[in-house]
């Protein structure tokens, strides 16, 4: 299945901007707040709880893990970069460009993920050991997956090590599909998970922002996967519209229902035709907002969520 009906947050305990991924990290804004500002951890801990309240109304199991203090994590926030879980058993963990961020993988975390959503653990591949390389693979966002086609779609950037996709593709049996992705002012977006995402129905994603050598390539795949196909602009990217999450659940009306999460940011920036779009293709739009995790972390609520999918017999 294309979506999952769980996820895996972290409160956070040093929510801070994070000066060794700035570099990298555009979509960043060190604005008004200072480092380590208790005013800041607490917005940061505000909207994570916000957003988990706002899940579990629609269904959505959360697991959510806490954050310590020392050592000062200031992204501990995004999860997905460090972690993902498959519907098979498999648990893959990846290797982080700040070191900083190695920090935020601790095993007590994962083993309490598992024994809340009942993730019963078949296989592990552990790619950190690329980071002594300065090689690395920053999970699902370095990945956007197409679960049903089994296809990895991954911009090349400084946390996205090409050779790495292709060995991630080979291990977990899917096909990579690579290109370059640029911002308005020419750089590399930082992870693929700010440009597009695939759904059950609908996928979106920035096609003017993929290089032209890549594009027709790229689009062309994501077209083949049956889709409907909703093209955004830079402009929205940049208010994370391309960063969102489908997820499954289950209504008592409607039965087995999905669930798109999206920012307040996101949602002001698409407009009411996407939005109708959207609409028509999931079954419930959930806008939260997080502003303040969205500027000064440079993530929005994907970067958020690690899904645990059910696991196959």
């Avoid at 693929?192 to 759904?199: A, Q």
């Avoid at 087995?256 to 009411?272: I, K, N, W, Y």
């Amino acid at each position: 299945m294309q979506c999952a009906g769980a996820v895996f947050m972290i409160e956070p305990a040093s929510f801070s901007f994070n000066e060794q991924t700035a570099a990298s990290n555009a979509m960043q804004r060190a604005g008004e707040a200072s480092l380590g500002s208790e005013d800041l951890v607490a917005a940061g801990r505000t909207e994570s709880q916000r957003l988990r309240r706002a899940l579990e109304s629609e269904g959505v199991r959360v697991s959510v893990g806490a954050d310590t203090a020392v050592p000062r994590k200031p992204d501990s926030l995004f999860p997905n970069n460090w972690i993902s879980f498959h519907d098979d058993g498999t648990i893959v963990l990846y290797p982080m460009l700040a070191p900083n961020r190695r920090l935020e993988r601790r095993a007590e975390l994962v083993e309490e993920v598992c024994a809340t959503l009942n993730f019963r653990p078949r296989r592990r591949l552990d790619f950190t050991a690329h980071e002594a390389a300065g090689r690395f693979l920053e999970g699902t966002g370095s990945l956007v997956l197409d679960h049903v086609a089994r296809v990895a779609y991954a911009c090349r950037s400084p946390r996205t090590d090409e050779a790495l996709v292709h060995e991630w593709a080979r291990q977990m049996d899917f096909e990579a599909v690579l290109f370059d992705a640029l911002d308005a002012q020419g750089r590399p977006y930082y992870h693929t998970n700010v440009l597009m995402w695939i759904g059950s129905r609908c996928l979106m994603c920035c096609a003017a922002a993929i290089a032209a050598a890549d594009r027709a390539r790229v689009v062309a795949s994501l077209r083949e996967s049956g889709r409907e196909f909703i093209e955004i602009d830079r402009a929205a990217v940049d208010a994370f519209a391309g960063n969102m999450l489908e997820l499954a659940t289950w209504d008592e009306a409607l039965g087995d229902a999905t669930v798109l999460v999206m920012s307040s940011t996101a949602r002001a920036a698409l407009g009411d035709l996407k939005m109708r779009q959207l609409s028509g293709c999931v079954d419930t739009v959930l806008a939260v907002p997080i502003p303040t995790i969205e500027r000064i972390g440079g993530g929005g609520v994907r970067c958020m969520l690690a899904e645990v999918p059910e696991m196959l017999e």
